[in-house]
């Protein structure tokens, strides 16, 4: 079975910091992996994925993620953050095989960020 | 273009009733998902469909909840006998193809249901 633990519900930075927000999955075979943010009142949206072709993803608004096997994890990062990345963000995994939509998400993890 | 819409965006009900919770995903869009997403809570999978089967319905708490998509396009999940643990946000999602994951879904802005 495939879980996703995402550490800290809520982060709080001070713009212009760096921005990590942590995912550790669980998988018996390797999975696709995501970062999804939620702004207040919206939809879920993509920030980034991971599809087996290239460690270090990037994604939109200047955020990446390596995914490091050995330590199942896909953390996300930012340079330096903006008001504007105040939001909710998920982490979530899917199988690589099948159904690739069902996707199994962390409890999410609250950036704030301070001026 | 339009994304996915939902309606109502807020739904209250007294425990007992029954609610229908309408998905229009984007247009051409052949996959459909609902989830659940409770207070504090990660998204959860119900729910998804392939054009108008119900491909993988696994994740269904239990015979309270049904979901159609009889013309491949509008979803209504349906809540029979509502209790106050379905409390929720339903998210609902659509894709331009099958599950595959270089086909992103694109998810609506919920709908909050609340049971009294």
């Known amino acids: 079975a495939q879980s996703v633990t995402q550490l800290g519900s809520h982060v709080s930075v001070s713009e212009g910091a760096l921005v990590l927000l942590r995912c550790n999955y669980s998988s018996s075979v390797p999975p696709y992996l995501f970062w999804y943010v939620q702004y207040p009142n919206q939809g879920l949206q993509l920030l980034l994925k991971?599809?087996?072709?290239?460690?270090l993803v990037k994604g939109i608004n200047g955020f990446e993620a390596e995914f490091k096997k050995s330590e199942t994890s896909f953390h996300l990062t930012k340079p330096s953050a903006h008001m504007s990345d105040a939001a909710e963000y998920f982490c979530a995994v899917s199988p690589i095989s099948g159904n690739t939509g069902k996707l199994i998400f962390g409890q999410g993890t609250t950036l704030q960020v301070k001026p | 273009g339009a994304g996915v819409s939902q309606t109502p965006s807020n739904k209250v009900t007294e425990k007992g009733k029954y609610v229908e919770l309408r998905c229009d995903p984007i247009?051409?869009?052949?996959?459909l998902y609902w989830y659940r997403q409770s207070l504090g809570q990660g998204p959860e999978f119900l729910i998804y469909?392939?054009?108008?089967?119900?491909?993988?319905d696994s994740g269904l708490p239990n015979d309270r909840f049904f979901a159609v998509r009889p013309e491949g396009s509008v979803s209504t999940l349906k809540i029979q006998r509502t209790e106050r643990g379905d409390s929720a946000v339903y998210l609902c999602a659509s894709s331009l193809q099958g599950a595959g994951v270089n086909s992103p879904l694109h998810f609506g802005n919920g709908t909050r249901l609340t049971v009294t």
């Open positions: 247009s051409g869009h052949t996959a």
């Open positions: 991971y599809t087996s072709a290239a460690t």
């Open positions: 469909f392939q054009g108008t089967g119900a491909a993988d």
